[in-house]
């Protein structure tokens, strides 16, 4: 057996969260260990769990963390000083902006689908949701239905996820993603 390597820096929560990140992204919710993320950070898996008690942990620690990111996003669009159609206008684009410039985020807050962390998946969405449809809400002139504004969501999600892993950037696609906003805002305003 051979002696494990010093690491040369104190192992945090960060470091084991975007190594985990990448990987989760990368294999797969169940195809990914604790000994592979420590693998990966050139540790032993004893160190991360002195950060996370198992794998599910640190899968729901990522969770909490992106979204807690996109609710500042949020909320950073909700407090400015804008009329409301500008402010819907910034509250749809930022979700894009968010979805494409941090696309592993992204990925783990959205699209990974296993059994074992499914409870944590969901809890996130339904929390931003609402945020996202009392904002659309408020934010509209005219009576908007919960279906309209599910529709609205679901229209920026396939616009994220169909770029997600084909752009590198949200510049990339940023003119069309302010041409795709503009389009569903005169659904909403007509």
Do not use: W
């Given at each position: 057996?051979?002696?494990?390597?010093?690491?040369?820096?104190?192992?945090?929560?960060e470091m084991?969260?975007?190594?985990?990140r990448?990987?989760?992204?990368?294999?797969?919710?169940?195809?990914?260990?604790?000994?592979?993320?420590?693998?990966?950070?050139?540790?032993?898996?004893?160190?991360?769990y002195?950060?996370?008690?198992?794998?599910?942990?640190?899968?729901?620690?990522?969770?909490?963390?992106?979204?807690?990111?996109?609710?500042?996003?949020?909320?950073?669009?909700?407090?400015?000083?804008?009329?409301?159609?500008?402010?819907?206008?910034?509250?749809?684009?930022?979700?894009?902006?968010?979805?494409?410039?941090?696309?592993?985020?992204?990925?783990?807050?959205?699209?990974?689908?296993?059994?074992?962390?499914?409870?944590?998946?969901?809890?996130?969405?339904?929390?931003?949701?609402?945020?996202?449809?009392q904002?659309?809400?408020?934010?509209?002139?005219?009576?908007?239905?919960?279906?309209?504004?599910?529709?609205?969501?679901?229209?920026?999600h396939?616009?994220?996820?169909h770029?997600?892993?084909?752009?590198?950037?949200?510049?990339?696609?940023?003119?069309?993603?302010?041409v795709?906003?503009?389009f569903?805002?005169?659904?909403?305003?007509?």
């Amino acid at each position: 057996m051979t002696p494990r390597k010093s690491v040369a820096r104190e192992l945090t929560r960060e470091m084991i969260m975007d190594a985990a990140r990448d990987l989760f992204v990368k294999n797969g919710y169940m195809h990914v260990s604790m000994r592979q993320i420590a693998k990966e950070l050139g540790c032993s898996h004893g160190a991360i769990y002195y950060h996370f008690k198992n794998k599910a942990e640190l899968f729901y620690a990522l969770v909490q963390e992106h979204f807690y990111m996109l609710d500042q996003k949020l909320e950073e669009i909700l407090s400015k000083n804008l009329n409301p159609t500008e402010k819907l206008y910034e509250v749809l684009l930022g979700f894009i902006e968010f979805g494409l410039t941090n696309q592993s985020h992204y990925e783990i807050m959205f699209l990974i689908k296993d059994e074992e962390v499914k409870n944590f998946i969901n809890e996130g969405p339904d929390k931003v949701y609402e945020k996202f449809a009392q904002s659309v809400q408020s934010l509209c002139d005219k009576k908007i239905t919960i279906q309209e504004i599910y529709s609205i969501f679901l229209s920026l999600h396939g616009f994220v996820t169909h770029y997600c892993r084909h752009v590198n950037t949200y510049e990339d696609v940023k003119e069309f993603a302010k041409v795709h906003v503009k389009f569903l805002l005169k659904g909403v305003f007509t």
